[in-house]
């Protein structure tokens, strides 16, 4: 089955640019999404179609899709963004989450 | 407002079943798919399921597929997940998602979930 594949963690200093990766088998080839769950909270559509922000996510979330890795980049982080971030895609007629990254802020 | 309302988790023994029910409203529930997605307590985003809008097409998660099965009711706005067979392993807060109306492949609105214990 298809996998996704995120560092456990990331740490980034406030006002730094953070950037968590997920990795799959020519990933670059399918659409990846990326959700923002906080703690006792739903996830939250950060990026969708690999480079979208839906209304209401700051400008400072960005995506990139290529080859096997999608990556989200937060540009010039701020303590809210602390959480953790799932990427998604789909394989066939299953979608499949990434196993999660911790951004913790320093 | 899009609102997703999760119910029917609750305490169940090893080998039990459990239905899961998901209220949609302020949006034309028959216009989208729908999934079901599970997280263990501490742990990360699983998919478990999705129907299509009319209910016609499903898939499942291997951890899942041949004990759960999705199915809706699009005349109520309802999504459910019955659960059969239940192991310890399927203990967790379930989510049902709706499908984003800004790309199929995302996940646009969640619901709160509701927490399903398998537990002798």
């Known amino acids: 089955s298809y996998e996704l594949t995120q560092p456990p963690s990331v740490s980034v200093s406030p006002g730094q640019t953070a950037s968590i990766t997920c990795s799959g088998d020519k990933l670059g080839d399918k659409f990846a999404s990326w959700y923002q769950q906080k703690p006792g909270q739903s996830p939250v559509l950060v990026i969708y179609?690999?480079?979208k922000r839906p209304s209401g996510i700051p400008e400072r979330f960005s995506g990139s899709n290529s080859g096997n890795t999608a990556t989200l980049t937060i540009s010039g982080t701020q303590a809210m963004d602390e959480a953790d971030y799932y990427c998604?895609?789909?394989?066939?007629?299953?979608?499949?989450f990434g196993g999660g990254t911790k951004l913790t802020v320093l | 407002e899009v609102q997703l309302v999760e119910s029917g988790g609750g305490l169940v023994q090893p080998g039990g079943s459990l239905r899961l029910s998901c209220a949609a409203s302020?949006?034309?529930?028959?216009?989208?798919?729908m999934h079901w997605v599970r997280q263990a307590p501490g742990k990360g985003l699983v998919w478990v399921s999705r129907i299509n809008s009319d209910g016609s097409s499903t898939s499942y998660a291997d951890s899942v597929k041949g004990r759960f099965t999705i199915s809706r009711d699009n005349a109520k706005n309802t999504l459910y997940l019955q659960m059969n067979s239940l192991r310890a392993e399927d203990t967790a807060l379930y989510y049902c998602?709706?499908?984003?109306?800004?790309?199929?492949?995302?996940?646009?609105?969640w619901g709160q979930g509701t927490l399903v214990t398998v537990s002798s």
């Open positions: 998604q895609a789909w394989d066939s007629t299953n979608v499949v």
């Open positions: 179609q690999d480079t």
């Open positions: 302020g949006f034309t529930f028959s216009r989208y798919w």
């Open positions: 998602a709706r499908r984003s109306t800004l790309h199929p492949s995302a996940v646009d609105y």
